[in-house]
């Protein structure tokens, strides 16, 4: 459905004269670093990774909210790598989001209504208005809000409410590719679980593909049928939530799970302890980007990029070990 | 022997010009020496108030606090500011949630060691900045004698963390307060950070008050539990306890809806969200929320604290019904 090959998104901040000045040069920060990756109809794919590793940037320049330095990305089988704007409002009708933070992604100044109905009329799904006016009503009921409450205003609702509001506007256009960039990390754990839940009903009932983007990994893992684990702009692992979570291959990807705490009081987690904090994005192009910090390093590690080694026909790690197995 | 900390009846009201927030009500418990005790709850239920009032952070005159908090017999709230002084930092020390804004950014790290040294110690400046550097050490911050000159936007979240902890314990406090002190970090960086507290209470023998929302961190962290929600103790008991056979609808609701790496199945959730808090709390909270609730659960002097088993409290009537759900 989505397929996106070699993605490179750049940003390069200009030599000023004051770098000139002191020797310094241009500098380049490698948000999104040979990103290659496949979503297929009706499955959830997980995008995990800390602060800084560019999921955000990723699914931002899948919307093509971001112009992609080089790469191509296809959608429904169409190259929209550059889709001039005047084309966007089509493609928007296939592809929707929804945003992490449901106070800043409302406006406060419209009602759920007036909301719903911009969407719903910008891209033509109902003729009348008493037909717009019933589509409404039944949206708010599928994601668990009273019909009465579509002529209230956003400060009405609770963070979990908002977030419902906000995914009731992605699904009004009926897309076919819902993106969420971390969903329900502003939200509390019992909210977080309703969410969860709603999210996981819509896309069975509607059938909807889905890229979830979080930095916790066992919502990942809950919701997810695949996952793709990032680190600074590059996927490092990938493949199915059971293959990533019980056979992790990738250095990283073990230490991240070993970092995990537990519910479990009194169990002693065998703990995989990362040194240090992940390096600066600037200027990374030599070697392995975890080297670093990786536990398990060698000294080619240090200047050869290792590709994604197949390891199984779904399972792929970025790691010159994984390729010994 | 008498507990480090004693909360008795604590009652935190915020007054504003129409409203009032009823933001802790009724909460008592107490801290051993040595002993570390989860303060648990989602946004809104008062954790970080009452974690603040105990030093008398409070924002004045908005906050209006009743009750008693006794730190090694002597009443905290009712002690003179000045007084009250030689108490923060010395004998309780206290980590923030962000280390981005709790570190002032106009002096070095090992400046802002220093004056906590000082305020609190006959100690001569040489010694002091000797002493900061030991500290550093101390929290696994590499290099501490190049560290001590840097300025806090030098260094990472997961550093300006450590050295939040380093002035903390600087005194060498009988009580730690530690109020969501990784939510801002990554989850290797808190792995870190946590192993580090950990260490030091080993070491020096002092007792913790960890604020937070994440269950694995308590479950890990904690020898006992104390769970809050809408301002009100729901549930006190060892963290074996808490996990194992929770005696109050609202821990097990938040228990089940959180997603583990550990276990498979449908998150439960807890439907509906947090009441208004702007009337004094009567009865239990969570009623309106709870499957078992009955008539009862309204009245105040029913859903008192009580002790069902020994060391373990629960305010919920129907404790014997949860354990059987």
């Keep these: 459905m989505l397929k996106v090959e070699h993605l490179h998104k750049v940003y390069e901040k200009k030599e000023s004269w004051l770098d000139r000045l002191f020797q310094k040069g241009s500098v380049r920060l490698y948000a999104v670093n040979d990103v290659s990756l496949e979503v297929r109809e009706g499955e959830t794919l997980g995008l995990v990774g800390e602060s800084g590793c560019g999921k955000t940037t990723l699914c931002r320049t899948l919307m093509r909210l971001y112009e992609p330095t080089s790469g191509t990305i296809s959608f429904l089988g169409e190259d929209i790598t550059h889709t001039k704007a005047s084309n966007l409002r089509k493609l928007y009708k296939d592809m929707q989001m929804v945003f992490q933070d449901p106070y800043s992604s409302l406006n406060p100044k419209m009602t759920v209504k007036e909301m719903l109905a911009e969407a719903i009329r910008f891209h033509g799904i109902c003729r009348t208005e008493k037909e717009t006016d019933e589509y409404i009503a039944r949206l708010l009921q599928k994601v668990g809000l009273n019909p009465g409450d579509a002529e209230k205003y956003p400060k009405a609702f609770s963070g979990g409410q908002r977030q419902r509001i906000a995914i009731a506007r992605a699904i009004a256009v009926k897309p076919r590719l819902l993106i969420a960039d971390e969903p329900v990390s502003a939200l509390d754990v019992s909210v977080q679980a309703q969410i969860l839940n709603l999210l996981e009903e819509l896309q069975r009932d509607l059938k909807l593909t889905m890229i979830f983007i979080s930095h916790d990994l066992s919502v990942v893992k809950y919701i997810s049928n695949r996952v793709a684990v990032m680190y600074l702009g590059r996927i490092v692992e990938t493949g199915t939530t059971d293959e990533v979570f019980h056979q992790p291959s990738h250095p990283y990807t073990q230490a991240l799970l070993s970092a995990v705490p537990r519910m479990q009081p009194g169990r002693e987690r065998e703990r995989i302890t990362l040194e240090g904090d992940p390096p600066s994005p600037f200027e990374m192009n030599r070697g392995c980007h975890f080297y670093s910090r990786c536990p398990k390093r060698m000294e080619v590690c240090r200047t050869v990029t290792p590709d994604l080694f197949p390891l199984s026909e779904t399972h792929q790690a970025r790691c010159h070990l994984a390729k010994e197995q | ?325």
């Design chain 2, 1 to 325: 022997m008498a507990p480090l900390l004693e909360v008795k009846e604590l009652e935190v009201v915020i007054k504003r010009k129409d409203r009032s927030v009823y933001a802790v009500n009724n909460v008592s418990f107490v801290v051993r020496q040595g002993e570390t005790v989860g303060l648990v709850g989602e946004s809104g239920s008062g954790k970080s108030m009452t974690c603040r009032s105990i030093l008398n952070l409070l924002p004045r005159p908005h906050c209006q606090t009743k009750g008693s908090i006794l730190f090694e017999g002597e009443d905290l709230l009712a002690m003179p500011e000045r007084k009250l002084q030689q108490v923060r930092g010395k004998r309780i020390g206290m980590i923030m949630q962000d280390p981005m804004s709790s570190l002032d950014p106009v002096y070095r790290v090992g400046d802002q060691i220093v004056e906590t040294l000082r305020t609190h110690q006959q100690i001569g400046k040489k010694a002091a900045w000797a002493r900061a550097v030991e500290l550093l050490r101390q929290v696994g911050i590499p290099s501490p004698e190049k560290r001590v000159w840097q300025y806090p936007h030098e260094l990472s979240g997961g550093m300006r963390q450590r050295v939040m902890i380093a002035m903390a314990i600087s005194c060498m406090p009988r009580l730690l307060l530690a109020d969501e002190p990784t939510t801002a970090l990554d989850v290797t960086v808190q792995d870190q950070v946590l192993r580090l507290l950990q260490r030091l209470k080993r070491e020096m023998g002092m007792g913790i008050l960890l604020v937070t929302h994440n269950l694995g961190i308590v479950a890990e962290m904690c020898d006992r539990v104390v769970v809050l929600y809408a301002g009100k103790v729901m549930e006190i008991a060892s963290v074996e306890k808490i996990f194992a056979s929770p005696r109050n609808m609202y821990t097990k609701g938040l228990i089940r809806s959180v997603p583990q790496l550990d276990v498979t199945g449908r998150l439960e959730g807890i439907p509906g969200s947090l009441p208004v808090m702007t009337q004094p709390v009567v009865g239990c909270p969570f009623r309106e929320r709870c499957p078992l609730a009955t008539e009862d659960c309204a009245r105040d002097e029913k859903t008192r604290l009580i002790e069902v088993s020994p060391g373990h409290w629960s305010s919920c009537i129907h404790h014997e019904r949860v354990c059987r759900s």
